[in-house]
């Protein structure tokens, strides 16, 4: 099983709860992140990919009722 949170280069990257059984799959995902702003970082082990991500919020929007 994944670390839930792991650091790459001093940043904290949380694991997105899915053990991917083939890099072609964990890579289409991967896209669909970085797409959406994340930053990715993938690790294999026992023949497993795990794919961490981290998004810095730049923006934040308040409704008000």
């Known amino acids: 099983m994944a670390e839930i949170t792991l650091s790459f280069e001093g940043k904290k990257f949380m694991w997105d709860g899915v053990e991917y059984d083939n890099e072609?799959?964990?890579s289409s995902v991967e896209k669909q992140y970085s797409e959406k702003g994340f930053e990715v970082r993938s690790?294999?082990?026992d023949g497993k990919?795990?794919?961490?991500?981290?998004?810095?919020?730049?923006e934040i929007e308040v409704e008000q009722n």
């Open 24 to 26: 072609e799959k964990a």
């Open 43 to 45: 690790c294999r082990e």
């Open 49 to 58: 990919v795990f794919l961490y991500t981290r998004r810095v919020v730049t």
